[in-house]
């Protein structure tokens, strides 16, 4: 009975002690970064895609800069841009982050890192770009759609109840008025004045050197270069590498990223057609874009 009971409470040890170990093991490989162990960090924030919400990467930050084992963050961007507050949202962020915390943040340019992209750049320490990557694109869009045409040929009249003269601006049923394109003229030179203004201020330019490029083309990482919109040339593990320099981490590096969330055919369709394919409950398709088409 002695013997028998002792080995089963052995036995029961044994798989507790196994059943800890998997669990600490599961919980390292998803939680990561989290864990307060293993030296010195550089942390990966991917920021893919078109930008129609910046509240996962702003998490993401909060989470990093709390973490004192994470010294430097490199923002690897491969983006057209998208619309324009999340893009002002994500550049705030990371200007806060570095303000605050003294944190390092470099951003390393894939394939595409452009309009509200390369806005989000422009918020770092220093930018690293692969010589091919497309960037640039200092500038604004909106598209209005007008079905006026084709619901006259279905013999569909849309009937407007309005106060106020302006409140069905940019109508999807009828084309825009003189005074309504000066209005909304108005309101895009007034967005791309904030992104020559973020963008200077970014990368310590004198906004005289940056409206000249901000006409909407795009450049190659090593045409950026050249004009000091990027600092150097370079890879995501250059990037990482130059971080970990520049703090001070000597030897190969520790970089933590997190898993990208749950993929869904949502995601895809979003990221394929942009932003103009609304979200649920979104509003109307009428917005203001930092986006390279």
């Known amino acids: 009975m002695t013997v028998g009971w002792g080995r089963r409470l052995l036995f029961q040890i044994l798989v507790g002690v ?29 920021v893919e895609g078109t ?10 930050l909060h989470r ?13 961007i491969d983006s057209p841009g998208g619309a324009v507050a999340p893009s ?3 550049y705030t962020e990371v200007l806060k982050l570095r303000r605050e915390t003294g944190k390092l943040v470099v951003a390393s340019l894939g394939s595409v890192a452009a309009s509200g992209g390369y806005y989000v750049a422009a918020a770092t320490d220093r930018i690293v ?3 091919g990557t497309i960037t640039g694109s200092i500038g604004v869009i909106m598209q209005i759609p007008n079905f006026g045409g084709l619901l006259e040929k279905v ?6 109840i309005k106060a106020g003269q302006y409140k069905d601006l940019a109508s999807i049923t009828r ?9 909304l003229q108005g309101v895009m ?14 990368r310590r330019m004198d906004r005289a050197k940056v409206e000249p490029l901000a006409d909407g083309r795009i450049f190659s990482g090593r045409q950026a270069l050249g004009l000091g919109l990027v600092d150097e040339l370079g890879d995501l593990a250059d990037a990482v590498d130059r971080a970990a320099h520049l703090v001070g981490i000597s030897g190969r590096p520790r970089v933590v990223q997190e898993r990208r969330s749950r993929f869904s055919l949502w995601d895809l369709a979003r990221e394929q057609l942009g932003l103009a394919l609304p979200g649920p409950g979104a509003a109307p398709p009428l917005s203001i874009q930092y986006l390279w088409q």
């Open 129 to 131: 770009a692969n010589p």
């Open 189 to 202: 030179d007034d967005v791309h004045s904030q992104f020559i203004e973020a963008v200077a201020t970014g």
């Open 88 to 90: 002002q949202e994500i």
């Open 155 to 160: 013999g569909i009249r849309a009937t407007i």
């Open 18 to 46: 196994a059943l800890f170990l998997v669990l600490v093991a599961l919980a390292a490989a998803f939680l990561g970064s989290y864990l307060p162990v293993g030296g010195d960090r550089i942390a990966v924030v991917a």
């Open 51 to 60: 930008i129609t919400d910046a509240r996962d990467i702003i998490a993401q």
């Open 175 to 183: 084309d825009l008025t003189e005074p309504e394109r000066q209005i």
């Open 64 to 76: 990093y800069r709390d973490q004192p084992n994470v010294k430097a963050l490199v923002l690897r």
